[in-house]
């Protein structure tokens, strides 16, 4: 049984939101366009906040559901946390789309709302802090993961939920690579700025 929670957590994870809802709206592909992510910010700025909204519930929906699901099923920090892994990984490479999906932000989020809500809290507010300082999503996204690791230890938490969160984290900041070239050479788009 937690097998198939685990392989389930990949599969709700590669459920590829804003590719499916662009398609369906406007029969284009999202990695085609904009940043070429498939998560929520990037549909924002291709199409708007009506087209992000959905696709940021639903992605944060897919990380909390196996990482809750693992804990309310198992009382396991250690099989929650694979799952909420393999839920972010599954959004960043999803297999149906051939492997490019989202930068597994909102996945991830949910996920850490689910494993431990005080932590969570923290690693959001670092995230909407540094968005409303600085307008990069993608610093907030790189920096509001990171901090969780931290804020687990700080409040006491398990050691398999630290060590979980740092490889959940380094997943998120790989695939903001790009995004990180763009800040160094200050070519990033600041939230608002609509994609070409």
């Known amino acids: 049984m937690k097998i198939v929670l685990a ?3 990949y599969l709700l994870g590669s459920l590829p939101t804003g590719y499916l809802l662009m398609r369906m709206t406007d029969r284009r592909d999202i990695r085609e366009l904009g940043s070429q992510s498939t998560g929520a910010t990037n549909v924002l700025r291709v199409m708007g906040l009506r087209f992000a909204f959905p696709v940021l519930v639903v992605d944060v929906l897919k990380g909390f559901a ?5 804990m309310r099923l198992f009382r396991s920090p250690a099989l929650a946390v694979l799952c909420a892994f393999l839920a972010t990984a599954g959004h960043c490479f999803p297999f149906a789309i051939g492997f490019r999906g989202g930068k597994g932000m909102a996945t991830s989020m949910g996920a850490y709302a689910a494993l431990a809500f005080r932590p969570f809290l923290a690693c959001l507010a670092v995230f909407v802090l540094v968005v ?6 993608s610093l907030g996204s790189i920096l509001g993961s990171l901090a969780f690791p931290p804020f687990v230890l700080l409040t006491r938490g398990p050691r398999v939920l630290f060590f979980g969160s740092l490889a959940i984290a380094a997943l998120v900041v790989l695939r903001h690579k790009d995004n990180i070239g763009r800040l160094w050479a ?6 608002g700025a609509r994609a070409s």
């Open 132 to 137: 409303a300082v600085s307008r990069f999503v």
């Open 66 to 70: 196996p990482a809750f699901l693992a």
């Open 186 to 191: 200050g070519t990033e788009r600041r939230l």
């Open 7 to 9: 392989l389930a957590s």
